[in-house]
């Protein structure tokens, strides 16, 4: 079995040792037989935007419609170098309600994912963001999916960079088990943390659940889990939620059309 894990950047942000590791670690979550491929989109759009957006901590979803036309010119791609599915990294599920309407692999969103897996564990969870304009995204995405019922609240640590956070390690916990504690307080028995460079890359949910004493849900690896399940039983998203057009080519994504 092949799965694509498909980032939103369209470039690599750290080290060829930081790339490898990570590539390391999200095949760790793998069962024996899967092999894991970390790939990149080309042509993404939006970048400048994007720049603006960060330095104003002000990433609310702009970003990520503008990057979903090569997003799903790449899980296209994806189709048909033979992957048997697509997870897209990004814990806002970018481009993937739309993407399943162009390939019939699966495609996994691991927000979606993990808000199902937390359901199964507790009555309500929280989330724990990067920024507070995540936090509100986070929401209507979430209350998209008709699972709002489920979330006890989103608190931010309002910590946002790029590339490798291994320097931040202790910071990034510290804040991580501030917050833990208050979403905890308010109801949360279970937590889910938002910003796929921060966990499990930098911290690992094992760590926090060892002095949060709740469950702490590891995006990645539910979504590769979750992945291989649908391949295993050879099932995909429905054609009467996500109606498909085959024959869709890469290029056609964002081509004008011509008389």
Same mark, same amino acid.
């Given at each position: 079995?092949?799965?694509?894990?498909?980032?939103?950047?369209?470039?690599?942000?750290?080290?060829?040792?930081?790339?490898?590791?990570?590539?390391?670690?999200?095949?760790?979550?793998?069962?024996?037989?899967?092999?894991?491929? =970390?790939?990149?989109?080309?042509?993404?759009?939006?970048?400048? *935007?994007?720049?603006? @957006? %960060?330095? #104003?901590?002000?990433? /609310?979803?702009?970003?990520?419609?503008?990057?979903?036309?090569?997003?799903?010119?790449?899980?296209?791609?994806?189709?048909?170098?033979?992957?048997?599915?697509?997870?897209?990294?990004?814990?806002?599920?970018?481009? =993937?309600?739309?993407?399943?309407?162009?390939?019939?692999?699966? *495609?996994?969103?691991? @927000? %979606?994912? #993990?808000?199902?897996? /937390?359901?199964?564990?507790?009555?309500?969870?929280?989330?724990?963001?990067?920024?507070?304009?995540?936090?509100?995204?986070?929401?209507?995405?979430?209350?998209?999916?008709?699972?709002?019922?489920?979330?006890?609240?989103?608190?931010?640590?309002?910590?946002?960079?790029?590339?490798?956070?291994?320097?931040?390690?202790?910071?990034?916990?510290?804040?991580?088990?501030?917050?833990?504690?208050?979403?905890?307080?308010?109801?949360?028995?279970?937590?889910?943390?938002?910003?796929?460079?921060?966990?499990?890359?930098?911290v690992s949910p094992l760590e926090l659940e060892a002095d949060l004493k709740v469950p702490v849900i590891n995006t990645k690896l539910v979504g590769i889990r979750y992945a291989e399940t649908l391949v295993d039983g050879k099932t995909s998203h429905s054609v009467k939620s996500y109606?498909?057009?085959?024959?869709?080519?890469?290029?056609?994504?964002?081509?004008?059309?011509?008389?």
């Amino acid at each position: 079995m092949r799965i694509m894990i498909l980032n939103h950047q369209s470039k690599r942000e750290g080290s060829p040792e930081y790339e490898a590791r990570v590539a390391g670690l999200l095949q760790s979550y793998a069962s024996p037989g899967t092999s894991i491929e =970390v790939h990149y989109p080309e042509d993404l759009g939006g970048t400048e *935007v994007t720049s603006h @957006l %960060r330095k #104003s901590q002000a990433l /609310a979803g702009l970003h990520h419609a503008l990057e979903t036309p090569a997003l799903v010119k790449k899980i296209i791609e994806a189709e048909r170098l033979g992957f048997d599915a697509v997870v897209l990294s990004n814990t806002f599920d970018p481009a =993937v309600e739309v993407a399943r309407c162009a390939v019939r692999i699966p *495609v996994v969103g691991v @927000l %979606r994912a #993990s808000c199902h897996f /937390a359901a199964t564990l507790c009555d309500r969870f929280g989330l724990i963001a990067p920024l507070d304009s995540h936090a509100v995204y986070a929401r209507r995405i979430i209350e998209s999916y008709r699972m709002g019922r489920f979330i006890s609240g989103i608190k931010a640590i309002n910590t946002y960079e790029t590339g490798d956070l291994s320097a931040y390690h202790d910071l990034l916990i510290e804040r991580m088990l501030a917050v833990g504690k208050e979403l905890i307080a308010k109801g949360a028995h279970a937590l889910i943390p938002l910003g796929g460079r921060l966990v499990p890359y930098v911290v690992s949910p094992l760590e926090l659940e060892a002095d949060l004493k709740v469950p702490v849900i590891n995006t990645k690896l539910v979504g590769i889990r979750y992945a291989e399940t649908l391949v295993d039983g050879k099932t995909s998203h429905s054609v009467k939620s996500y109606p498909w057009s085959e024959g869709l080519a890469p290029e056609n994504i964002s081509r004008r059309a011509t008389e």
